[in-house]
């Protein structure tokens, strides 16, 4: 055992990269891999947020942590984010497509505009970050690619249309990839959580106040109903499950889509 690994650092030494790091999701997933001893850099579109969660995240777990303004949708603006990242803090061992957005709107009324939106933060982003990473990763001989696919992924959902295909497709690109580079040391897996306690839900229980007239509390009730657990995910497990498929007791886990629903899908 390493003496890292004694200390409950399992992760020290390796250098990881969450888009949409600064807040929710993301920032419960930065702070699982800080916790590990990670060095973490982490992306996303305004700049204080990310340098808040960036230096309490420092502070909390003693590793370094670094932030880079990103749009993720933009290839060239998330490709020199990511190279500044490695510029300082070394070449990318993990890397965490977190990054999504999630507009709601009836088919009919979903429109091209909203359409390439999606695709390219919720599919796209994914593909130009692992893009600039994954030669750092062949050339080490190892890697972690882990991308927040959601349940949207593996089933469909009414008035979210674009956002189900993007999370479809992200599930494909992690299968393919995970075989391109299986005898590579590098795993890709897709981790699937279900309606979660974040600023996207929050969103979306405001629209559906807004729309139809109900409370809040009914709102969510509507919401977490198809949860047989009867809740809304906690990032804290979403981040602890992505801390878990970093470690080496995940090595042999690949192309996988791992759900976190509370046993609302069972594939």
């Not at 004694?6 to 920032?27: I, S, Y």
């Not at 947020?49 to 942590?65: K, M, N, P, Q, Y």
């Not at 890397?95 to 695709?119: C, M, Q, Y």
Request: net charge neutral; glycine share 12%; charged share 15%.
């Amino acid at each position: 055992m390493s003496v890292a690994s004694e200390k409950g650092q399992p992760l020290a030494g390796r250098h990881a990269a969450v888009t949409g790091g600064g807040r929710g999701l993301g920032a419960a997933i930065a702070a699982a891999l800080a916790a590990r001893g990670a060095t973490v850099s982490l992306l996303g579109r305004t700049a204080k947020t990310l340098e808040d969660t960036a230096r309490r995240l420092a502070a909390e777990h003693g590793v370094t942590v670094g932030c880079a303004v990103a749009d993720v949708g933009d290839e060239a603006s998330i490709t020199n984010a990511l190279d500044a990242c490695i510029a300082a803090r070394g070449p990318v061992d993990i890397l965490v497509n977190n990054a999504g957005i999630a507009p709601s709107a009836p088919f009919l009324k979903s429109d091209a505009k909203l359409w390439r939106e999606v695709l390219d933060v919720d599919l796209m982003g994914a593909v130009y970050a692992t893009r600039v990473v994954l030669p750092g990763m062949l050339a080490a001989g190892r890697g972690r690619v882990i991308s927040v696919a959601s349940t949207a992924g593996l089933t469909g959902m009414p008035y979210v249309t674009a956002y189900c295909a993007a999370k479809h497709a992200l599930i494909g690109f992690t299968r393919a990839l995970a075989m391109e580079t299986a005898r590579k040391g590098i795993t890709v897996n897709a981790v699937c959580p279900g309606y979660s306690d974040t600023d996207i839900v929050g969103d979306a229980l405001q629209n559906i106040v807004a729309k139809t007239g109900r409370s809040r509390d009914e709102a969510l009730a509507n919401l977490v109903a198809h949860n047989p657990q009867g809740r809304l995910i906690a990032p804290q497990e979403v981040g602890e499950t992505i801390a878990w498929l970093c470690s080496e007791a995940a090595a042999s886990v690949t192309g996988q889509s791992i759900v976190l629903a509370g046993g609302e899908l069972m594939p």
